[in-house]
């Protein structure tokens, strides 16, 4: 379903699909710390989301006209879009705490730009590489200068980094590849039936041992979460344009980080305020010389 552009920003429901988004931070943080795998927190919102959002899409478009053809699109888009950053993101939140996780999600949109400019979807315009490359250098002077002060592994590092790189990834295959005439609530589904399909295995592979007691109630809380949060970002997408869908990244991440201080009692680092700043003059430059095409944005989650 294409969004269509309202008269005026929906911000309401931007606060609100941000918020249902960015509170899988602090609780993969809690989760993983009492004793989950970080793959078996992001496979039960999988499950969950399958089961809530498809019940909803069969009950308001019956079954989808090409299932086969749908489930090979979710594969990826699962994949790209929630296996593995929602698997990272529960790992790297205990690793370096969910505010500074929370910073890799205002990423994407440049991230995406950077990816179609590599793979020639976009031409290279320099206004545009330097928008990536002062973003880029916010993040990734945050994540040197922690790992170089002893507060953060230069695995976990990596892996702040790579969320938004796999998101901006499976922005750039939805863009691509989205299934003509497919229903949202089924695309959905799709999705998360793709990353349930794959993390289900991966689990097992591991050997990751079943969700202990503790952790069940912060798993419990995101698994209702992950369906209300796909529900609340397709209203949105229907309501908004581009634009007012790349901000979801920020209102994520404006909720992790709340949390984390506010409820987890993390500290800011001093280095978080002028990367954060980096970050966003990246994207307002990015913005000011040439708004971002329309097909790179609307998927961001």
Known sequence: MQPTASS?????????????????????????????????????????????????????????????????????????????????????????????????????????????????????????????????????????????????RPEAAIGLLAIPLSLAGGNVFRARCLPQGVAAEWLGVATAAGAAALLLPAWAVTGARAVPLEAWPYVAAQMAAAPLAMLLYFRLQQRADAMTMSFIGYAMALCAALLGTVLLGERLPWQLAPAAALIVAGFWWMQRTAPMPAAALPAHR
Do not use: C
């Open 8 to 152: 005026s920003p929906p911000w309401a429901l931007l606060g609100a699909t941000g918020f249902a988004l960015g509170v899988g931070v602090p609780l993969g943080k809690q989760a993983v710390a009492h004793g989950a795998a970080p793959l078996a927190f992001a496979l039960w919102p999988a499950l969950s989301t399958v089961v809530v959002l498809g019940l909803l899409a069969w009950r308001r478009h019956g079954l989808p006209a090409a299932p086969a053809r749908l489930l090979r699109f979710g594969l990826l888009a699962g994949l790209l879009g929630a296996a593995v950053p929602n698997t990272l993101a529960a790992w790297v939140a205990v690793e370096a705490g969910a505010s500074i996780t929370a910073l890799a999600y205002t990423l994407p949109p440049l991230f995406t730009l950077a990816l179609m400019l590599l793979l020639g979807f976009e031409p290279l315009r320099w206004q545009r590489l330097s928008a990536v490359v002062l973003a880029f250098a916010g993040a990734f002077w945050l994540a040197s200068s922690r790992v170089a002060d002893g507060a953060l």
